[in-house]
């Protein structure tokens, strides 16, 4: 992660602040101009954290919308991310924020970054006079005309400070107008979001409406599995959906979708060998060569087929979960790995080597997690003489290669 450090003490540094809500090719491009037109080494993302008593869009998260920028810029050579507001829990006014930057980087010079239309209330924002004189002001500016030089002109000698017009072909984008775009057609025709935005905003799936209406309830789900399951698989069954629903939470993904994946991936687990591959066989399910040699994967398809016909899940998001928990697959959804990664680590479960942990480590880094418990379930299966599908295989040797670029 491109993460300022002290290490960076001594530059000339653009400060980027914002919801980045998300992030968009107007910020971006207002950066680039910055560092190249004014001279500076680097430019500082700076995400807003979540003010006292209000919320900037509950849906995502500070640490969230962190993510987001960090993995946008995680590319770009001269762009750093700073959670100084982040980590702050009063309102995070610029002037305070400066002053810490300034405090913890004495030897850097600031430059503030601004559109011009925040400019024009800048003499109402708390101590500008401060904010001048721990930094100097960029004015991103469409184009050049004469009111904004006067009014820079009337704030320099006000505030006494600097104050440099830059002009880039800024465009203002909004990002309430960006986020009912992507709610109401994809994200697939917004030029606007870079690429790597799109895949955190796809993966975490934010700024879409939740809609559940249409599955049965949770409430329901559990009366009918209680009476389906054993006693032991409807506990684990439990144990499974909370653990999923922590690891949502590690991992800003919509808790509705690991609460459902996690209670329904293993409500086909009653069935023997033989009624797998029946009911397979009546439902034309295809079944693999693989899932002959050892039947009880099989639970995997006529879960998913269940949850889809029993209990009205018509999210294929949640029926892939259930689809691939038991071999995972390569490159799976986070979805998939918090189900997968939740099956091995809910409290119940006490057999497996190293359980402390892979447990600790699902909440750290979920890669490392997942290729854990890939590493042992192969080795156990060979212990066992048991038939390895190549899925689980694949999925294990994805894994490994995926942590090997870990920085
Ligand atoms: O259904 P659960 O017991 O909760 O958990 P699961 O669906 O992950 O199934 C776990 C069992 O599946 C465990 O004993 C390991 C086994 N398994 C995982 N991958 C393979 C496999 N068994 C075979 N034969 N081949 C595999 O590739
Ligand atoms: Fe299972
Ligand atoms: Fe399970």
């Known amino acids: 992660m491109n993460h300022t450090n002290k290490l960076n003490d001594g530059k000339k540094v653009g400060i980027l602040g914002g919801t980045f809500n998300p992030i968009h090719s107007g910020h971006i491009n207002i950066a680039r101009s910055a560092l190249n037109e004014c001279k500076l080494d680097e430019i500082w993302f700076v995400p807003n954290g979540c003010p006292p008593h209000k919320s900037i869009d509950d849906k995502v998260s500070a640490i969230s919308r962190f993510k987001m ?56 924002w708390k101590k500008p006079e401060l904010i001048c004189q721990y930094a100097s002001i960029i004015v991103a500016v469409r184009s050049n005309n ?63 409406e939740n809609d559940n209406s249409s599955f049965d309830s949770v409430e329901d789900i559990k009366d009918e ?14 144990g499974v959906m909370d653990t999923a629903i922590n690891l949502g939470m590690r991992y800003d993904i919509p808790l509705y979708l690991c609460q459902y994946s996690g209670l329904l991936h293993d409500c086909a687990k009653s069935y ?23 039947p009880h994967l099989l639970h995997c398809k006529v879960g998913a087929y269940m949850a889809k016909n029993d209990f009205s899940i018509n999210d294929d998001r949640i029926i892939n979960a259930i689809l691939y928990h038991t071999t995972g697959r390569p490159n799976m959804s986070l979805l998939e790995q918090i189900v997968f990664v939740a099956d091995y680590i809910e409290p119940n479960r006490s057999k497996a080597n190293r359980l402390n942990e892979i447990r600790a480590m699902a909440y750290y880094n979920i890669d490392i997690a997942t290729a854990m418990i890939l590493q042992d379930t192969i080795s156990y299966l060979k212990d066992i003489d048991a038939f390895i ?17 870990i920085d």
């Open 225 to 238: 599995l209680s009476k389906i399951l054993k006693p032991k698989r409807y506990n684990h069954t439990l």
């Open 272 to 294: 023997s060998k033989e009624e797998l591959i029946n009911f397979c066989e009546e439902k034309n399910i295809e079944i693999t060569d693989s899932e002959y040699k050892a």
């Open 69 to 124: 920028v960090s993995k946008t810029i995680a590319n770009e050579d001269k762009f750093y991310i700073n959670d100084i507001e982040l980590s702050s829990i009063e309102y995070n006014y610029t002037h305070v924020t400066l002053k810490k930057l300034h405090e913890q980087f004495p030897n850097n010079k600031f430059y503030f970054i601004m559109g011009e239309d925040s400019l024009k209330s800048f003499d109402t």
């Open 389 to 405: 599908d190549d899925k689980t295989i694949k999925t294990y040797e994805y894994y490994c290669d995926l942590i090997k670029g």
């Open 146 to 208: 004469n009111d904004l030089s006067k009014v820079i002109a009337d704030y320099a000698r006000k505030f006494n400070g600097e104050f440099i017009l830059l002009n880039c072909n800024y465009i203002d984008v909004s990002s309430t107008e960006l986020r009912n775009n992507i709610k109401s057609k994809g994200l697939s025709n917004l030029s606007s979001i870079e690429e790597n935005t799109t895949k955190y905003i796809n993966e975490h799936m934010l700024y879409e």
